[in-house]
């Protein structure tokens, strides 16, 4: 019964592939997010999803699409993949009342991309 | 542009002593303040927050001091366990704004020895 949970954990694929990363939460959470974790190892915030809708869109290259088909769900596709996209990928959830209290958010286990 | 620092990358504990995890921030807008911990191969964990209207929040063995002056938060782990030994991620957030998100340090790994 993880609360969020994202597939595959670890990736490896050619340059030029084009691979999608699932993410589900089972908290009933209205918001959720995809970080990127890099070689220097910063998380870094790529984009937000409140309700099926695009709230945050962090300059990200436009190879990266999230696509929310539900609010339990947020997926990431990635086209072309280059050898800097290489990074472990965490998705998050939280509850959404960010403009009432902060919100904590709560992170999947990660996904671990390398590209060759 | 690192608006969340975290200078030590890494921190060694006797167990039973204190840990001091510290933090320095620069956009003065932030408001809201979090702790996450992070074992190899899982995701971070929230361990304790803080809001600017306070100036320490106290969690069991955990700690949180927050000086907004000198843009510094620190957390203590009193006393500190092996099972700590962790990193220990720093995050910073403005409440209110229609694209809240969390800015995060790079982190400090903390090693508690027994």
């Known amino acids: 019964d993880t609360a969020v949970s994202q597939t595959p954990k670890y990736l490896v694929t050619q340059m030029g592939n084009d691979k999608s990363i699932k993410c589900e939460q089972n908290l009933g959470h209205d918001t959720m997010y995809w970080y990127k974790q890099d070689s220097k190892k910063f998380l870094k915030i790529m984009f937000s999803y409140n309700n099926k809708e695009l709230i945050i869109n962090e300059t990200v290259p436009n190879r990266f699409s999230p696509k929310s088909p539900d609010k339990a769900h947020l997926n990431l596709h990635i086209n072309s993949l280059e050898l800097g996209d290489s990074a472990v990928y965490f998705c998050?959830?939280?509850?959404?009342?960010?403009?009432?209290?902060?919100?904590?958010?709560?992170f999947g286990p990660g996904t671990r991309l390398t590209v060759l | 542009d690192q608006q969340v620092k975290q200078n030590s990358p890494s921190l060694s504990v006797q167990e039973g002593r204190i840990s001091i995890l510290n933090c320095d921030y620069t956009n003065s807008m932030f408001d809201y303040f979090l702790w996450y911990k992070k074992y190899p191969a899982e995701g971070p964990t929230f361990l304790i927050s803080?809001?600017?209207?306070?100036d320490k929040n106290e969690d069991g063995r955990f700690t949180v001091f927050l000086n907004k002056s000198a843009k510094h938060l620190s957390l203590h782990i009193v006393p500190s366990q092996p099972g700590d030994s962790a990193v220990y991620f720093c995050?910073?957030?403005?409440?209110?704004?229609?694209?809240?998100?969390?800015?995060f340090g790079k982190g400090t790994l903390l090693t508690v020895n027994p």
């Open positions: 803080i809001s600017s209207i306070k």
């Open positions: 998050a959830s939280s509850q959404g009342r960010r403009l009432v209290i902060a919100d904590t958010q709560y």
């Open positions: 995050a910073a957030s403005v409440i209110g704004g229609s694209n809240y998100k969390l800015t």
